[in-house]
């Protein structure tokens, strides 16, 4: 399996497709390079794709810590693109992902062709604490089965209920598999998310996507990257919630293809 030494710390990574450009791929927060399983075929065809797992995910090592900063996470990745050699890249934020890959366009912005954003914030705000605090309140009264089942209806829109319910059973699975204390780390670093007043510094290409029925990065959130992020432009996906990788991911594919070719 690969793995590259950052910061003296194993950091896990995949890289398949046969595209001459690469495409960086930023998980949200309990996902694993695993959860872009039903994007890849679409993704390996067009490009080289670069999949990576931060601190508090899948098989990348963890070090205690109250939170993990969302400017180590976008440093960790720059670090592994120089070990890997790869001069520039497309890099596609997905939720958590997306917050982590602003503060990757703003530091390390000289390292990317395009930014696309999907289904992300421009700052934690008081609700987004409150539905923290919620998920905590959850595990520790039920465990993961109840954080999951509290998390779902911020997760999905509702036409996932009605037409892919039959994935549930895995979902929670594999949602189980991430420990608490993983989360709530990674969750300390959203808390303290607040890329409002340095937006304009993103000099990169860059577009944003956000289901109609996002309810937990909602389309306003997405609004406020737009108006931030100079020249950058917006899509909003019918019909679709927060885990578009899962309900929409023929859609998310070709807004990547769309961006990636103008």
């Not at 690969?2 to 890289?15: D, H, K, L, M």
């Not at 900063?69 to 992902?97: H, R």
């Not at 954003?117 to 987004?128: E, G, Q």
């Not at 892919?164 to 608490?180: C, D, F, Q, V, Y």
């Amino acid at each position: 399996m690969p793995f590259a030494t950052i910061q003296q710390r194993q950091v896990f990574y995949e890289i398949s497709g046969q595209g001459s450009d690469t495409l960086l791929l930023f998980n949200g927060l309990t996902m694993s390079t695993l959860a872009w399983g039903l994007m890849m075929p679409a993704l390996e065809q067009r490009f080289r794709v670069l999949r990576l797992d931060f601190q508090g995910q899948g098989q990348s090592q963890q070090t205690p810590a109250d939170y993990y900063p969302l400017p180590q996470q976008a440093d960790d990745a720059a670090a592994l693109l120089d070990t890997l050699g790869l001069d520039q890249v497309y890099l596609v934020g997905l939720s958590y992902g997306g917050m982590v890959a602003q503060h990757f366009a703003r530091r390390h912005g000289h390292k990317l062709q395009r930014l696309l954003l999907a289904s992300t914030l421009a700052w934690s705000d008081a609700v987004n604490e409150q539905i923290s605090s919620s998920w905590s309140r959850a595990e520790q009264a039920g465990g993961a089965d109840l954080r999951f089942d509290i998390s779902l209806p911020w997760l999905f829109s509702s036409r996932f209920f009605t037409t892919a319910n039959a994935m549930l059973p895995e979902l929670r699975r594999i949602s189980a598999l991430t420990g608490w204390g993983a989360i709530q780390r990674i969750i300390g670093g959203v808390l303290h998310h607040d890329a409002r007043s340095w937006l304009q510094d993103i000099k990169v290409p860059t577009h944003i996507i956000v289901g109609d029925e996002d309810r937990l990065t909602p389309p306003y959130q997405a609004q406020l990257l737009q108006q931030g992020i100079p020249g950058a432009s917006l899509a909003v996906l019918p019909g679709a919630g927060h885990a578009i990788h899962l309900e929409a991911p023929q859609a998310f594919c070709q807004q990547i293809f769309q961006f990636a070719s103008r």
